[in-house]
């Protein structure tokens, strides 16, 4: 069988492509930007052609893969985060229309966007959505607004984001309600790292030196591993739960904390028995050592919370591997959608949308 093509845009370290590639998907051509995570990309996606650069540069030359059968990508995304200012005037907040511009250009026989979850959800970005589903609508796709959560597809982090997917002579009631099959069960923290063993072995060596303080005034919320108990907007992980989403600002005090006692030796956590006396009435006791077996979440534990194979290159200063890192798409999420992607190009009988669910997970809205 002739293997289905893709061109992958804003393709940073290549998260999503990793879930191409392991759906069957012979990806012919890339774009990144940035230098480093170029590097990381082509150390990693050896047969791609990769153009390097501002896409608006490329896109009349892509047209040379007119008629591949996907393009997809995540363009980005600051611009509509939540963690960010969301403005509509970001340059970044107009690459959506960039992407737009490739589709148009190359003609593929279905597209899929992935972006924050914001996009889809806040009233401020509705002329956005309305003028996305507008032009693609021009172009001949029939599109979905698809909301899903990254810890839903066997992955350990809990990272929702909207996917629009386009489709060619599609009929409007075969949408996507089949990405419902490939549901995994939910993985924990502590299933994803704990092979790889204390931060600083040979087999986890690449440590977060950014201290850990504890915050003078800390805010509560009835999880141990909510509200902000330390100084910084790392938080605290549960290895018996999943991952809060993985931010690009990792590398300082942003990185996710870990408890190493508690991951590896199943002792009582440090992070819980604080929270429950704080909890209790307890002040706040900000002068105090954290115990040293509290530390940062390594480079490696973070690739493999995002989805990355085991031997999965990253080249750059380590600030940049984190970003590269956070930046990505989960490998398992991507490869879920890039699954659907290929029954729908392959004729595959599709089951029914799926209903909104109280939490807005696996939401997809026709249009």
Same mark, same amino acid.
């Given at each position: 069988?002739?293997? %289905?093509?893709?061109?992958?845009?804003?393709?940073?370290?290549?998260?999503?492509?990793?879930?191409?590639?392991?759906?069957?998907?012979?990806?012919?051509?890339?774009?990144?930007?940035?230098?480093?995570?170029?590097?990381?990309?082509?150390?990693?996606?050896?047969?791609?052609?990769?153009?390097?650069?501002?896409?608006?540069?490329?896109?009349?030359?892509?047209?040379?893969?007119?008629?591949?059968?996907?393009?997809?990508?995540?363009?980005?995304?600051?611009?509509?985060?939540?963690?960010?200012?969301?403005?509509?005037?970001?340059?970044?907040?107009?690459?959506?229309?960039?992407?737009?511009?490739?589709?148009?250009?190359?003609?593929? +026989?279905?597209?899929?966007?992935?972006?924050?979850?914001?996009?889809?959800?806040?009233?401020?970005?509705?002329?956005? +959505?309305?003028? %996305?589903?507008?032009?693609?609508?021009?172009?001949?796709?029939?599109?979905?607004?698809?909301?899903?959560?990254?810890?839903?597809?066997?992955?350990?982090?809990?990272?929702?984001?909207?996917?629009?997917?386009?489709? #060619?002579?599609?009929?409007?009631?075969?949408?996507?309600?089949?990405?419902? #099959?490939? +549901?995994?069960?939910?993985? $924990?923290?502590?299933?994803?790292?704990?092979?790889?063993?204390? #931060?600083?072995?040979?087999?986890?060596?690449?440590?977060?030196?950014?201290?850990?303080?504890?915050?003078?005034?800390?805010?509560?919320? +009835?999880?141990?591993?909510?509200?902000?108990?330390?100084?910084?907007?790392?938080?605290?992980?549960?290895?018996?739960?999943?991952?809060?989403?993985?931010? $690009?600002?990792?590398?300082?005090?942003?990185?996710?904390?870990?408890?190493?006692?508690?991951?590896?030796?199943?002792?009582?956590?440090?992070?819980?028995?604080?929270?429950?006396?704080?909890?209790?009435?307890?002040?706040?006791?900000?002068?105090?050592?954290?115990?040293?077996?509290?530390?940062? %979440?390594?480079?490696?534990?973070? #690739?493999?919370?995002?989805?990355?194979?085991?031997?999965?290159?990253?080249?750059?200063?380590?600030?940049?591997?984190?970003?590269?890192?956070?930046? $990505?798409?989960?490998?398992?999420?991507?490869?879920?959608?890039?699954?659907?992607?290929?029954?729908?190009?392959?004729?595959?009988?599709?089951?029914?949308?799926?209903?909104?669910?109280?939490?807005?997970?696996?939401?997809?809205?026709?249009?």
């Amino acid at each position: 069988m002739k293997a %289905l093509t893709a061109v992958s845009l804003f393709s940073g370290a290549g998260g999503m492509d990793v879930g191409f590639d392991r759906a069957g998907f012979k990806i012919v051509a890339a774009n990144e930007i940035d230098p480093f995570a170029g590097k990381t990309y082509r150390a990693n996606h050896k047969n791609s052609e990769l153009f390097e650069g501002d896409i608006g540069q490329y896109i009349e030359a892509l047209a040379i893969f007119r008629g591949v059968d996907v393009v997809f990508g995540g363009p980005p995304c600051q611009g509509f985060s939540v963690a960010g200012k969301m403005d509509l005037n970001d340059p970044r907040s107009q690459l959506v229309f960039a992407f737009m511009e490739v589709v148009r250009t190359v003609q593929p +026989r279905v597209f899929i966007m992935e972006n924050v979850k914001a996009l889809a959800f806040l009233e401020k970005f509705q002329k956005v +959505r309305e003028e %996305l589903f507008r032009r693609f609508s021009q172009l001949g796709y029939s599109v979905s607004m698809n909301v899903l959560n990254a810890k839903d597809y066997g992955s350990a982090q809990n990272r929702e984001r909207v996917f629009f997917i386009g489709a #060619a002579k599609v009929k409007q009631n075969e949408k996507l309600g089949f990405l419902e #099959a490939y +549901r995994q069960k939910t993985l $924990a923290v502590r299933d994803v790292i704990q092979h790889l063993g204390p #931060a600083g072995s040979t087999t986890n060596p690449r440590i977060c030196k950014a201290k850990i303080t504890l915050a003078e005034k800390p805010v509560l919320r +009835r999880s141990p591993y909510a509200g902000m108990l330390f100084n910084g907007q790392g938080r605290p992980l549960n290895p018996d739960g999943w991952s809060s989403t993985l931010p $690009a600002t990792m590398g300082g005090n942003r990185t996710p904390i870990i408890d190493e006692q508690h991951l590896y030796e199943y002792k009582e956590s440090w992070v819980e028995k604080y929270h429950e006396k704080l909890w209790n009435g307890m002040p706040s006791i900000p002068n105090i050592e954290v115990p040293k077996y509290l530390r940062r %979440l390594t480079v490696d534990e973070a #690739a493999l919370l995002q989805g990355f194979p085991s031997d999965y290159e990253f080249f750059g200063p380590q600030s940049k591997v984190y970003c590269q890192i956070g930046n $990505a798409v989960p490998c398992t999420l991507a490869e879920a959608v890039a699954l659907a992607a290929r029954d729908l190009l392959l004729g595959k009988k599709l089951s029914s949308t799926p209903k909104l669910s109280k939490h807005g997970e696996n939401m997809t809205l026709v249009f």
